[in-house]
């Protein structure tokens, strides 16, 4: 019994041995494959970077230029990814239950967990610019959380993420929808806001008479040096201009002008302000060196004495001897603020191409952010290999937008507050140079994007776009047939044929409304005209416009004429009881409307003095007190260009009663509001 134990203990022994001298042989091939296979996975590691670099499958996590709390968060590992479901998870919560404040503080912090994500941005800045925004009183308290959405995206986003184009696209989509539609009921303070805060930087808008000379002023500040600091102390008269800027003391005023009695001097080191190279000088500059604002927003009373506030300050700016070099420190510091990542974080470069491209600009306006934002997005983002296709072609359609407006609203006029911006008064004026390049962009963009499709047809806008594009030229036909000139006119008539011919219905055949005369075919769109607000406001200030330019060549008939008719179909359209004609629909009064067409036209560089001489004669007397100090200077130096110089005071004489207009501007403006404008006695008078 017991050999027969010991002989199983051996075998199982012996067994036992083979079995592990088969598995180290197991261990050591295994091990052998494992080191092979993980050989060559890192010979993979290079070329599959390759790959995803190829593709833009990467994304930059580095943390290099983060600011440290953004950094530090962007270390979390593992945990952070689930710090950020968490919190979209409370976002949600949040906005449900309208704590937008909380919903605001998370959103930020969101932000710097994933500051590289896109989505956060746009999640955080829609939040500010629209959810918590309406939630506040007032049109200040409004502005000022739209403008946070807008820096969010333009300042912080975009920093991160520049070849976004879901950021390019929702900031355009800001630019265009929230401050220039009118859905929102403080549209227009936004759009006063903007405009106000634009004009600081650029300045109050020159004395241009040519389009190239807008596109030439932006030029200027393109090609000044960006280097600023380095620019100053290399420049002596730039130096020393900036050194005598400097608030000043008491004792350095007295030293500047010893004449000053100790009082004088404490009132006017008290009045000094200071004046860096940098946003503060532009701010200066554009509120209290106005060529043609009233003096009454440059003074106070003060014991029966007129002082001018920052009297030092403006007399050193305002010397002619400084005036070149004020105006390359201009330059300089504008470059500088638009260029500015905490500022606008734009690329004045391609400002300058859009100008080039689509003529003067005024960055004033929404509608040239929007168009800005959209294209240099598309522009940037085109080697992005896995962009979305969506966002794409929304940001297209806002370039399209953008033009479209500008035709509508093109031209700004702004009476700025600074003190108030949101009150400044601010209204848009048709601008036909804007339709051909709106036309060309549906053409460009169109075949761009639809070229491939295989109902695409040549010389058109392609299918997605093909009804956006055709209504875009029934309605500008009708704007420059109004618009008058036969430049206009031939215009309008290439985009009637060229309707004709790629307009079709789905047989292919001419649709029904172009087999009529160029004529009849105008005559049935005016009704069509006055479906909408934006038309109905096109239609009548074209009119109005065509009286001014009839009666600077002397034709009093057809300027009456022309006159009542945007009169007729001003009553026509408020008759309409039909369509609700709430206060965001209702036109401005006409007597504000002509007002506003009677500047635009004073400062049309396509007419001469003599013509302006007629039309102002053939203003009403509240029409020519509203727009005398505004529009004198363009008129003066037209005047001047003539050899010899006309005399600006025989061609627009002051009106009578400017002293008490001036006094009190408001009550002319509701005189206008009211009045029922007609042209004047004067009128009759223009042939002779």
Same mark, same amino acid.
């Given at each position: 019994m017991a050999q027969v134990n010991q002989s199983k203990m051996e075998a199982y022994l012996a067994g036992r041995s083979s079995a592990m001298r088969g598995d180290r042989w197991v261990r050591l091939v295994a091990g052998t494959l494992s080191i092979l296979c993980l050989a060559c996975s890192m010979m993979l590691v290079r070329p599959i970077n390759d790959i995803r670099r190829d593709e833009q499958m990467t994304m930059d996590v580095t943390v290099e230029g983060l600011p440290p709390d953004i950094a530090l968060l962007t270390k979390l590992g593992t945990l952070r990814a689930l710090a950020i479901d968490v919190a979209f998870i409370r976002?949600?919560?949040?906005?449900?239950?309208?704590?937008?404040?909380?919903?605001?503080?998370?959103?930020? *912090?969101?932000?710097?967990? &994933?500051p590289r994500y896109p989505t956060v941005w746009v999640y955080s800045a829609w939040n500010m610019a629209y959810n918590i925004s309406v939630c506040q009183y007032g049109d200040e308290a409004r502005w000022l959380w739209v403008s946070n959405g807008i820096r969010n995206l333009r300042n912080k986003g975009l920093v991160y993420n520049p070849k976004s184009i879901t950021l390019y696209k929702e900031l355009a989509w800001i630019f265009n929808h929230k401050i220039g539609d009118k859905l929102?009921?403080?549209?227009?303070?936004?759009?006063?806001?903007?405009?106000?805060?634009?004009?600081?930087?650029?300045?109050?808008?020159?004395?241009?008479?040519?389009?190239d000379q807008a596109?030439?002023?932006?030029?200027?500040?393109?090609?000044?040096?960006r280097d600023l600091n380095k620019w100053i102390e290399e420049t002596p008269a730039i130096k020393r201009l900036v050194e005598q800027m400097k608030r000043k003391s008491e004792d350095e005023l007295r030293e500047l002008n010893p004449d000053l009695t100790g009082e004088e001097a404490k009132k006017a080191a008290n009045d000094e302000v200071v004046l860096d190279p940098d946003i503060t000088l532009l701010s200066f500059v554009a509120e209290y060196l106005r060529t043609y604002s009233n003096l009454e927003q440059f003074v106070v009373a003060d014991d029966g004495d007129v002082i001018v506030h920052h009297e030092r300050q403006r007399k050193l700016l305002s010397d002619p001897a400084n005036a070149e070099s004020l105006k390359a420190l201009c330059a300089a510091v504008r470059s500088g603020v638009l260029r500015d990542p905490d500022m606008y974080n734009m690329n004045i470069d391609y400002m300058l191409s859009l100008m080039e491209e689509y003529g003067p600009l005024d960055w004033r306006s929404p509608y040239s952010h929007c168009l800005y934002w959209s294209s240099y997005g598309d522009k940037v983002t085109t080697d992005v290999k896995n962009r979305d296709p969506a966002d794409t072609m929304n940001a297209v359609r806002f370039i399209f937008f953008a033009l479209d407006q500008l035709s509508l609203k093109g031209k700004i006029v702004l009476e700025p507050d600074f003190d108030e911006p949101g009150k400044s008064y601010i209204d848009y004026q048709p601008d036909a140079r804007f339709i051909r390049h709106m036309h060309e962009a549906y053409l460009k963009y169109g075949k761009e994007q639809f070229g491939d499709d295989p109902d695409f047809v040549e010389g058109t806008a392609g299918p997605n776009y093909s009804t956006g594009h055709e209504n875009f030229l029934m309605r500008s036909i009708r704007q420059l047939y109004l618009t008058g000139g036969k430049k206009n006119f031939d215009e309008a008539k290439e985009y009637y044929f060229y309707l004709r011919k790629y307009d079709l219905d789905e047989d292919g055949h001419t649709k029904p409304r172009y087999n009529t005369t160029f004529k009849a075919f105008i005559e049935r769109q005016?009704?069509?005209?006055?479906?909408?607000?934006?038309?109905?406001?096109?239609?009548?200030?074209?009119?109005?416009?065509?009286?001014?330019?009839?009666? &600077?060549?002397?034709?009093?008939?057809?300027?009456?004429?022309?006159?009542?008719?945007?009169?007729? *179909?001003?009553?026509?359209?408020?008759?309409?009881?039909?369509?609700?004609?709430?206060?965001?629909?209702?036109?401005?009064?006409?007597?504000?409307?002509?007002?506003?067409?009677?500047?635009?036209?004073?400062?049309?560089?396509? +007419?001469?003095?003599?013509?302006?001489?007629?039309? *102002?004669?053939?203003?009403?007397?509240?029409?020519?007190?509203?727009?005398?100090?505004?529009?004198?200077?363009?008129?003066? +130096?037209?005047?001047?260009?003539?050899?010899?110089?006309?005399?600006?005071?025989?061609?627009?004489?002051?009106?009578?009663?400017?002293?008490? +207009?001036?006094?009190?501007?408001?009550?002319?403006?509701?005189?206008?509001? +009211?009045?029922?404008?007609?042209?004047?006695?004067?009128?009759?008078?223009?042939?002779?």
């Open positions: 976002l949600e919560e949040l906005k449900e239950e309208n704590r937008f404040f909380e919903l605001m503080q998370l959103s930020n *912090w969101l932000c710097k967990l &994933a929102d009921d403080s549209h227009m303070a936004y759009k006063a806001e903007l405009a106000v805060e634009m004009e600081r930087v650029f300045g109050e808008p020159p004395l241009v008479m040519e389009d596109v030439q002023r932006f030029r200027e500040i393109v090609e000044a040096p005016f009704k069509e005209a006055l479906d909408t607000q934006a038309g109905a406001t096109v239609f009548i200030q074209s009119f109005l416009l065509r009286s001014l330019k009839e009666a &600077a060549v002397g034709d009093v008939e057809r300027s009456l004429n022309s006159f009542a008719t945007a009169k007729e *179909w001003y009553e026509y359209y408020h008759s309409d009881t039909k369509t609700d004609r709430n206060n965001r629909r209702n036109l401005q009064k006409l007597g504000v409307m002509r007002r506003d067409i009677a500047k635009v036209f004073m400062e049309l560089p396509d +007419y001469t003095a003599q013509d302006k001489a007629r039309v *102002w004669k053939s203003l009403d007397l509240l029409t020519r007190r509203a727009i005398y100090d505004d529009v004198r200077p363009f008129v003066e +130096y037209q005047c001047n260009l003539h050899q010899p110089p006309f005399d600006v005071n025989k061609v627009m004489p002051t009106p009578p009663g400017m002293e008490e +207009y001036r006094k009190n501007p408001e009550a002319t403006l509701d005189e206008l509001r +009211y009045f029922d404008p007609t042209v004047s006695q004067g009128t009759k008078q223009v042939s002779e």
